[in-house]
């Protein structure tokens, strides 16, 4: 006989009796914006690192932001950034949480949207919400005993004013505070409301306005710092460019009524080519001389001699420029050159007979300051650069 197979029944798999009825879905969707018309708008809070729970209940503070409504909407701005958003919270025995709007960057122009769909509608509805990151702060605990911190701090207060006063204070200072501390026959604290100050304080704000009246004032701090700088000497009353740097300041009365330029005169009157050291000079002195401009000339001779007395100078230890001798320093800016300009030009830039970093900035600044008498005021630097061997970044 045959046997008839069944299936288990483990394997089969019951099925409902019924079908699903699927909810139908509108198959175009609609959108639309609502206006924010309304003070109020949905808040997007987000809490970077930390995991709150959903029961947290805070509280809304709003304050204006100074922008009125009819010009938002004409710019097309929204009405949400007229005022600004707070929620706050101290339900928490230690932490304060904290929910405010933050913009860095480029998320000040971002705009936030909430959406509410209707399935069976397709309609979509787009309102404006906030944006908010909510922080936790951990409290105070000065907070929590501020009478007894007050009550505690007074002595300690008055007493470090007088360690203070007694410490750092002038000789006046200290003996007045000792004065009154021994004298005293009330407690010299007194209430805050009156505004009063203790005997500490009244002692040291006593000396410090006795000091800060020999103070010295902006310009005198101004001139230090222009000291300072190896620049010549700024005439703070000039009123033009040419009376900032004179060739008076820069060479000194004297040496500019002694200086000679009569030879250069006559050479040139007679056709002869005269040959310097310095491009700069060289290039200029057949104009000046046939403009007949004898202060012009004396400058420009004054220039070729710093040039020529700095390259005399003979390489020292530690990038130092020393003088050489007399006669050889003679020879090297020319026999008439008397002795009292060089003598001041040696006073001027190498007191201590040696030139330092310092003191050939100091120089040079000098002789550029020449040239801008000698060319009007409009000056090609590469010629002087050149006679100065600066890098042309200097």
Partial sequence: MSEKKRKRTSEEIERPSKKRVEESIAETLKFSILQDTSDWAPAITTSPGLSLPTTLLMKAYKKPQGSSNESLRRVGRSLLSTSELLLYSSANPT???????????????????????????????????????????????????????????????????SILGETFGTKKAQKAIKALTENAIASPM??????????????????????????????????????????????????????????????GMDSLV???????????????????????VSKRLKKIVEEKDVKKLKILRYILLLLDWRTAMKSG?????????KEDMK?????????????????KFAPDFALNKRAIDF???????????VDNYEVDTYDIREDLKLDPKQ
């Fill in 95 to 161: 932490l304060d949480h904290v929910a405010r709007e933050e913009s860095t960057g480029t998320d000040n122009l971002m705009k936030h949207y909430i959406a509410v769909y209707d399935p069976k509608t397709g309609n979509v509805q787009l309102v404006e919400a906030r944006k908010l990151v909510l922080r936790s702060l951990l409290r105070s605990s000065e907070s929590l005993h501020d009478t007894e911190a007050e009550k505690d701090d007074k002595p300690n207060r008055l007493s470090a004013r």
């Fill in 258 to 280: 002694a200086i000679n330029v009569r030879t250069w005169e006559e050479a040139i009157n007679n056709g002869e080519d005269v040959k310097t050291s310095s491009l700069f």
């Fill in 331 to 347: 020879n090297a800016v020319g026999e008439d050159i008397r002795d009292s300009i060089l003598d001041s030009v040696r006073r």
């Fill in 317 to 325: 230890q530690k990038g130092l420029k020393k003088l050489p001798p």
């Fill in 190 to 251: 007194k209430s805050s409301a009156s505004g009063s100050l203790d005997a500490a304080s009244s002692a040291v704000l006593e000396s410090m306005s006795q000091t800060s009246t020999i103070a010295p004032s902006r310009e005198d701090l101004q001139a230090l710092v222009d000291e300072s700088k190896p620049i010549p000497l700024i005439n703070q009353e000039a009123k033009t460019p040419a009376e900032v740097y004179t060739p008076e300041s820069l060479i």
């Fill in 363 to 373: 120089f040079s600044t000098h002789v550029c300051a020449l040239t801008l008498h």
